[in-house]
């Protein structure tokens, strides 16, 4: 089959197209700019900091106190890192710590301790069903094992997980099932199988393309923005099981601009660049199925044992996903790119667990960057111009964005998005009225609700 050519003008997928669902802080302004945190105590006060300044923080101190760190997380009450430190004999591991401005934990076990924890676990019980992530603000290992493992599987994991010794790790059931979050019908299409797009990128050779879960290349190489249309895109790299779940597909058009922003329905957000993951920070989750839900960072270094083989180096959320949100981006209110969503167990009704592939590892793997084509960002004719993002032909319809009309893009439309025949009802994502535009049509996402 021949791939469709994508005119220039036509903007690329932009993530999801869904309505704002239990997320609208997403909308509101907050004060929480960087400051110095300073007072009498200048050295020894926790600086207030926004959560992107506080995992470059983390960062630092986990290669100044070696082997003293026992992880960091965020708090977001207080604004302040809080560092995890194994004082030993030498207590001026604390005094470095506060005097680069977090708020110093004294805890029992390292981080290196913990990533032994988890070695363990993966050679004695990689057992499908489990996962197992470090919880900075347990200072443990959580292990969680889903609906399935009982019997002697549950006693296999019970007992390493005691044999760990006392302290190191929290063992909890699921009532869910650990899967990936692929689904079909909807979004971006390959064979009979429909994911969600996470971020727009450039290849290393310059082209522009897009990154989605690697999992989701499993239902074939050619992807369509409807479901049976003409390809679009084709996927250059893949990695799934193994060492993260990612992939980079490449749009077959080199003229094809792709904006460096994510379709939350109701507006855009622009993305600025890509971060590690904070435990305890905020973050937003874009899908295909269910569109935009919000959350907190619960775990980091997660290794997920799904039915498919184990996935390393994830990052664990309370974030919601359904099937066909696979891909989806995952990212901060300020427009930090962080995750690509793997999978997990649960549905944005009863709530779970859902991992996430940090998007600053794929990048590396891939060798991509943030960004697509002159459409990077959100100038000239991406993101808001006529011809790219939201104009008569890409991203929007009538009423959604500034375009003028439903164009020929991705992620809305009667057969693509979640129309009435497919992932959703006629009001998520798009109804009748959406033509094939990035995003939404006339009905789609936030059209008349908010």
Same mark, same amino acid.
């Given at each position: 089959?021949?791939?469709?050519?994508?005119?220039?003008?036509?903007?690329?997928?932009?993530?999801?197209?869904?309505?704002?669902?239990?997320?609208?802080?997403?909308?509101?302004?907050?004060?929480?700019?960087?400051?110095?945190?300073?007072?009498?105590?200048?050295?020894?006060?926790?600086?207030?900091?926004?959560?992107?300044?506080?995992?470059?923080? +983390?960062?630092?101190?986990?290669?100044?106190?070696?082997?003293?760190?026992?992880?960091?997380?965020?708090?977001?009450?207080?604004?302040?890192?809080?560092?995890?430190?194994?004082?030993?004999?030498?207590?001026?591991?604390?005094?470095?710590? @506060?005097?680069?401005?977090?708020?110093?934990?004294?805890?029992?076990?390292?981080?290196?301790?913990?990533?032994?924890?988890?070695?363990?676990?993966?050679?004695?019980?990689?057992?499908?069903?489990?996962?197992?992530?470090?919880?900075?603000?347990?200072?443990?290992?959580?292990?969680?094992?889903?609906?399935?493992?009982?019997?002697?599987?549950?006693? @296999?994991?019970? *007992?390493?997980?005691?044999?760990?010794?006392?302290?190191?790790?929290?063992?909890?059931?699921?009532?869910?099932?650990?899967?990936?979050?692929?689904?079909?019908?909807?979004?971006?299409?390959?064979?009979?199988?429909?994911?969600?797009?996470?971020?727009?990128?450039?290849?290393?050779?310059?082209?522009?393309?897009?990154?989605?879960?690697?999992?989701?290349?499993?239902?074939?190489?050619?992807?369509?923005?409807?479901?049976?249309?003409?390809?679009?895109?084709?996927?250059?790299?893949?990695?799934?099981?193994?060492?993260?779940?990612?992939?980079?597909?490449?749009?077959?058009?080199?003229?094809?601009?792709?904006?460096?922003?994510?379709?939350?329905?109701?507006?855009?957000?622009?993305?600025?660049?890509?971060?590690?993951?904070?435990?305890?920070?905020?973050?937003?989750?874009?899908?295909?199925?269910?569109?935009?839900?919000?959350?907190?960072?619960?775990?980091?270094?997660?290794?997920?044992?799904?039915?498919?083989?184990?996935?390393?180096?994830?990052?664990?959320?309370?974030?919601?996903?359904?099937?066909?949100?696979?891909?989806? *981006?995952?990212?901060?209110?300020?427009?930090?790119?962080?995750?690509?969503? *793997?999978?997990?167990?649960?549905?944005?009704?009863? %709530?779970?667990?859902?991992?996430?592939?940090?998007?600053?590892? +794929?990048?590396?793997?891939?060798?991509?960057?943030?960004?697509?084509?002159?459409?990077?960002?959100?100038?000239?004719?991406?993101?808001?111009?006529?011809?790219?993002?939201?104009?008569?032909?890409? %991203?929007?319809?009538?009423?959604?964005?500034? %375009?003028?009309?439903?164009?020929?893009?991705?992620?809305?439309?009667?057969?693509?998005?979640?129309?009435?025949?497919?992932?959703?009802?006629?009001?998520?994502?798009?109804?009748?009225?959406?033509?094939?535009?990035?995003?939404?049509?006339?009905?789609?996402?936030?059209?008349?609700?908010?």
């Amino acid at each position: 089959m021949s791939h469709k050519r994508i005119p220039k003008r036509k903007a690329a997928i932009a993530a999801g197209s869904v309505v704002a669902l239990g997320a609208a802080a997403l909308l509101l302004p907050h004060a929480n700019a960087s400051q110095d945190g300073s007072s009498g105590d200048a050295a020894a006060a926790p600086k207030t900091l926004k959560a992107g300044d506080a995992s470059d923080l +983390a960062a630092q101190l986990s290669g100044l106190l070696g082997e003293a760190f026992g992880g960091s997380y965020y708090d977001g009450d207080n604004q302040q890192l809080v560092v995890n430190v194994v004082p030993g004999d030498n207590n001026n591991v604390i005094v470095q710590a @506060k005097a680069a401005g977090a708020k110093v934990r004294e805890v029992d076990n390292s981080w290196s301790e913990l990533k032994d924890g988890a070695s363990t676990l993966k050679s004695e019980a990689t057992i499908a069903g489990t996962s197992w992530s470090i919880d900075p603000r347990t200072n443990k290992l959580l292990v969680t094992a889903d609906s399935t493992v009982t019997g002697a599987k549950w006693d @296999k994991l019970e *007992s390493t997980v005691r044999g760990l010794g006392s302290g190191m790790a929290t063992l909890k059931k699921s009532s869910g099932t650990f899967k990936p979050f692929v689904s079909g019908g909807d979004a971006i299409f390959a064979g009979g199988s429909r994911c969600s797009l996470g971020f727009n990128v450039t290849a290393g050779d310059g082209s522009p393309a897009f990154l989605t879960a690697g999992h989701c290349t499993l239902g074939g190489n050619e992807w369509s923005d409807t479901q049976g249309g003409q390809p679009i895109a084709t996927v250059d790299q893949s990695t799934f099981p193994g060492n993260g779940d990612f992939a980079l597909v490449k749009y077959d058009d080199p003229a094809t601009q792709a904006p460096s922003e994510v379709n939350t329905g109701n507006q855009t957000v622009q993305i600025s660049g890509a971060a590690e993951a904070t435990v305890g920070q905020q973050v937003f989750r874009m899908g295909s199925t269910t569109g935009l839900n919000n959350g907190q960072v619960l775990g980091l270094d997660a290794t997920v044992n799904y039915p498919e083989g184990t996935v390393t180096g994830l990052i664990q959320t309370d974030v919601c996903a359904e099937p066909g949100d696979s891909g989806g *981006s995952l990212f901060t209110q300020d427009g930090l790119a962080i995750g690509l969503t *793997s999978g997990g167990s649960g549905d944005c009704t009863v %709530g779970g667990e859902t991992f996430f592939q940090p998007v600053t590892t +794929a990048l590396e793997a891939v060798g991509a960057t943030l960004g697509a084509g002159d459409g990077a960002g959100a100038g000239g004719q991406a993101g808001a111009g006529e011809e790219a993002g939201a104009g008569q032909e890409a %991203g929007a319809g009538e009423q959604d964005g500034p %375009g003028n009309g439903a164009g020929q893009g991705v992620g809305a439309g009667q057969e693509a998005g979640a129309g009435q025949d497919a992932g959703a009802g006629g009001q998520r994502g798009a109804g009748n009225g959406a033509g094939r535009g990035v995003g939404a049509g006339q009905e789609a996402g936030d059209h008349s609700e908010l």
